[in-house]
C-alpha cells in the first residue's frame, strides 16, 4: 500500500496548457503539502494545508491553485503553463505537532512544458 | 528568517571508506532538523531527525548526525559507506510551532568501487 500517491507520474504537456495533478495519502495526516523540485534538485515549499485549511502559500504565481477536498487528498492545478514550471512536483504529509513530525513524500510528478 | 546549507553539492568516496555530509543552518530561534535521501526517481524518505536531548543522533542505514548548536550545524555522517547509499541527500530545519519544513540545495554522494 502505498502510503503518498501521486498522479499522473510523467505530465508532458504545451505551454498554454491548464493540468492537474493528485495527492492522496493514506496514513491519516493532518496536514499535506506541495514541493517543487528544479533542475538543480533544490526543494521548494509551495503550499500546505491542515485540516482542509491553507496554511503556507508562498511566492508562487496564482496560475498555480491547491485545492484539498477532504484530509486526505490535496491537488495541484495549473494554468496557463510556462516553460519554466517544468519540475518534479511533490506531495508530503505529516503528523504531530507543527514542525516536529516526519514528511512523508509521495514518488513525484514529473512535469514538461514543451 | 531560517535558512538550510549545504555547502558540498557533490562528495564523492569510496566504497567502506567514512564520509561527513554537512549542513549549517541559520535561524534567531530554536529549531528541528532533519536529514532526507533521496534515490533516483523516489521521493524523500527521512534518515534522522534532532528534535531536542542528545545531541547525537542514530538513523537508519548506519547513518547518525550530530547537532552543533554553538556553530549551528548539523553534520551527518557514516562511518563505511557502501555502493547502494548513492543518492543525494537533503538537510531540513523546521520551527516548532510553524509547519514550514525548509531543506538545503542537497549534497549528491556518489560511492565509488
Known amino acids: 500500500d502505498t502510503a503518498v500517491s501521486q498522479t499522473p507520474k510523467y505530465l508532458v504537456t504545451q505551454m498554454g496548457n491548464d493540468k492537474s495533478i493528485k495527492c492522496e495519502q493514506n496514513l491519516g495526516h493532518d496536514t499535506m503539502y506541495w514541493y517543487k523540485q528544479d533542475s538543480k534538485k533544490f526543494l521548494k515549499i509551495m503550499f500546505s494545508y491542515n485540516n482542509k485549511e491553507l496554511i503556507i502559500n508562498e511566492t508562487v504565481p496564482n496560475r498555480f491553485s491547491p485545492k484539498s477536498p477532504d484530509k486526505a487528498h490535496l491537488n495541484l492545478h495549473i494554468n496557463s503553463l510556462e516553460l519554466g514550471d517544468s519540475a518534479v512536483y511533490f506531495c508530503a504529509s505529516s503528523q504531530s505537532r507543527a514542525g516536529t513530525g516526519e514528511l512523508f513524500f509521495g514518488e513525484g510528478s514529473r512535469l514538461t512544458v514543451l | 528568517a531560517q535558512s538550510v546549507t549545504q555547502l558540498d553539492s557533490q562528495v564523492p568516496v569510496f566504497e567502506e571508506a567514512p564520509v561527513e555530509l554537512r549542513c549549517n543552518y541559520s535561524?534567531?530561534?530554536?529549531?528541528?532538523l532533519f536529514w532526507y535521501v533521496q534515490y533516483p526517481n523516489q521521493g524523500l524518505q527521512l534518515l534522522l531527525k534532532?528534535?531536542?536531548?542528545?545531541?547525537l543522533v542514530k538513523g537508519i542505514n548506519g547513518f547518525e548526525a550530530e547537532f552543533n548548536k554553538s556553530q549551528t550545524s548539523f553534520h551527518l555522517r557514516k562511518p563505511s559507506v557502501h555502493i547502494s547509499d548513492t543518492a543525494e541527500y537533503f538537510c531540513?530545519?523546521?520551527?516548532?510551532?510553524?509547519?514550514?519544513?525548509?531543506f538545503g540545495t542537497g549534497t549528491r554522494l556518489k560511492v565509488l568501487a
Open positions: 531540513a530545519v523546521s520551527e516548532p510551532g510553524t509547519y514550514k519544513y525548509i
Open positions: 534532532y528534535l531536542s536531548g542528545s545531541t
Open positions: 535561524s534567531s530561534v530554536s529549531v528541528y
